[in-house]
């Protein structure tokens, strides 16, 4: 008879906080940390592929600093989207809608302690950055599609670790499993996310992973699938890998960006059969109204994360077969698509080539001299 553990204990010494119960250090939190390695790893492979030629324009220079301005601006916007997007469609409280001015409040409004801006929407970050990128090409004139098939190149490596600051955080888990994989999350407990034990299935549930019950014990916290690993590696780092095999692949200006949106759309849409749907707000779709959101009972139980992505997959096609159309229409009329460079590019793409030639000029000289 096997009475070893079929489950795995959420690790006691993982907190939010990385320098847990130490004064003003304990401010910083893993989450915030993985947000700035996201950002970081976003921006050190887009400024690879604008090295590649990717952010290339016939008769216009691109430097750093647009690329630069270009991911800070895209950040600031999406960030206000996942914000607003958290607040006002997964959080449910009318409390925001009343103060919409506590959407970005840092302090918890009953304990004045600080939390920071807990909870992200990544539809509204998708919602928000792009529009962003699309604000900022126009200002900028730039070629919008080819800006956001680098930027799409780009993202998904960064997500990855935002998925990890999750499970870092002990949140966003998944609903309850038997495999041995499962874990058993701490904090579900906080938030009265554990079984009854006198029920039957509970019983016979932590049996079958060899979790005893202690006796008198009323309430039970089961194993769950530790869902933000399973995106950070398929909406993460596999959907990360095509798009760089891709790159230097596209057919048309936006493939790469319509690519992301819908690969992420069908990944993100089946790892939420294993993800636990927001207690308050349940199934957007459901064949019956008395349906467990801790359990698997049918496909046709979609959460809200799916009814986005399935939007997401939806709008990814479409745009494609336009881009693809619209790609052939300037391919038949080139004559109206052709830039002009103004008298301040001219002067900006002069005094880079001077930067450039000097630096040139300065590592020979080094060279000379060994």
């Not at 301005?69 to 999406?78: A, E, M, T």
């Not at 006198?198 to 549930?205: G, P, T």
């Amino acid at each position: 008879m096997n009475f070893l553990p079929l489950y795995i204990q959420y690790p006691a010494w993982i907190k939010p906080e990385i320098f847990p119960n130490v004064p003003a250090l304990g401010l910083l939190r893993w989450y915030g940390l993985m947000y700035v390695f996201a950002f970081g790893t976003a921006f050190f492979i887009l400024r690879k592929q604008f090295r590649e030629g990717a952010l290339d324009q016939k008769g216009r220079l691109t430097t750093e600093d647009d690329v630069i301005s270009f991911i800070v601006f895209g950040i600031v916007c999406l960030l206000i989207g996942a914000r607003v997007f958290s607040t006002l469609v997964y959080s449910g409280e009318e409390e925001y809608r009343q103060k919409p001015w506590l959407i970005f409040w840092p302090f918890d409004t009953k304990t004045g302690k600080f939390t920071g801006l807990a909870g992200m929407s990544y539809h509204g970050g998708f919602i928000g950055g792009l529009l962003g990128m699309i604000i900022w090409c126009i200002w900028h004139k730039r070629p919008v599609w080819q800006w956001i098939d680098a930027m799409g190149v780009s993202i998904p490596l960064g997500y990855t670790f935002g998925r990890i600051g999750n499970f870092l955080n002990g949140e966003l888990y998944g609903r309850i499993t038997k495999a041995p994989w499962g874990m058993i999350f701490p904090r579900a407990e906080e938030v009265n996310e554990t079984f009854s034990t006198s029920k039957e299935w509970v019983q016979q549930f932590a049996a079958d992973c060899n979790l005893a019950i202690e006796p008198g014990q009323r309430f039970i916290n089961l194993p769950r699938h530790p869902s933000q690993l399973y995106e950070a590696l398929f909406e993460g780092v596999v959907l990360f890998v095509i798009l760089w095999i891709l790159r230097k692949h596209k057919p048309f200006d936006g493939f790469l960006g319509c690519i992301y949106t819908i690969g992420y759309g069908i990944a993100r849409f089946f790892i939420e059969y294993f993800r636990q749907p927001d207690s308050n707000l349940g199934f957007r779709i459901s064949p019956t109204n008395d349906v467990s959101i801790y359990t698997n009972n049918s496909m046709a139980n979609l959460s809200t994360g799916q009814v986005f992505c399935l939007t997401m997959i939806g709008f990814g096609l479409v745009l494609m077969l336009v881009l693809f159309f619209w790609d052939k229409y300037k391919k038949k009329n080139p004559e109206k698509f052709q830039y002009h460079e103004t008298e301040k590019d001219k002067a900006k793409r002069l005094k880079w080539e001077k930067e450039e030639a000097a630096l040139k000029a300065k590592a020979q000289a080094k060279k000379s001299k060994k």
